[in-house]
């Protein structure tokens, strides 16, 4: 089993829907975690992160982390079709050792927005 | 463009052969990551270098290398390459060592590798 599990999808959803994206992983040791978009032939760029429990809302974007569940979320809001990306969650501890710098990121879910 | 860059963007190889990814971190980081990306296991970590030294490694197979130099730019070093391969490789960096806050990783495009 992954220690981090996402629904690869695809999503599809009409312009202006509310968009819900989730993540569970089994790693009790992951304190940060994060939200990266990538679009087709790039690089996965930064979308949102959150220490440890609770809400972040950042413009259309809302990232939740429930760690008694060991569940995370991200949602858009009015979605657009410039939305269209695939949406990884990547999570990491809080210790040093072999694991220092590395995130460990789900499978990705594919989104379409159509106008 | 994200200040990463990292060259091939592309590459073909024959079965056996070595090749060698480039890649330049953004400019002030000081922390370069490489990442796996296939459609099977998704973005895998397979090392960290943090100012030259070896900071974190992930399941790196024997066959694969890196080393991070003095101007801070890394290089993948990918030999005896078989099919399973094939994938898109990236490199990320980051100010600090851990690439977690608001700042996060940095990563390039992408190098898309195809072991024929």
């Known amino acids: 089993q992954k220690e981090v599990e996402q629904d690869p999808g695809p999503l599809s959803v009409p312009e202006g829907a509310i968009v819900s994206l989730n993540c569970t992983y089994s790693n009790s040791a992951f304190q940060y975690f994060m939200w990266y978009r990538q679009y087709s032939r790039k690089g996965p760029e930064l979308l949102m992160y959150t220490y440890s429990s609770g809400n972040k809302e950042d413009g259309r974007f809302t990232a939740q982390v429930d760690k008694s569940s060991k569940y995370i979320s991200l949602f858009i809001r009015d979605s657009q079709p410039s939305d269209s990306a695939t949406y990884l969650c990547a999570m990491s501890v809080n210790a040093g050792g072999t694991s220092y710098g590395k995130l460990t990121f789900g499978q990705g879910t594919i989104l379409t927005v159509h106008p | ?116």
């Open chain 2, 1 to 116: 463009d994200s200040g990463v860059t990292q060259t091939p963007k592309h590459l073909i190889t024959a079965t056996g052969q070595r090749v060698t990814l480039r890649c330049s971190p953004r400019s002030g980081d000081l922390s370069v990551y490489w990442y796996q990306q296939s459609l099977d296991q998704g973005l895998q970590f397979l090392i960290q270098y943090y100012n030259g030294e070896e900071r974190a490694k992930g399941n790196i197979l024997e066959r694969f290398s890196a080393q991070q130099f003095p101007d801070l730019h890394s290089e993948l070093n990918l030999s005896s390459l078989e099919l399973g391969d094939s994938a898109l490789y990236f490199c990320a960096s980051s100010v600090g060592g851990r690439g977690l806050g608001n700042y996060g990783y940095t990563f390039g495009s992408g190098t898309r590798l195809t072991v024929v």
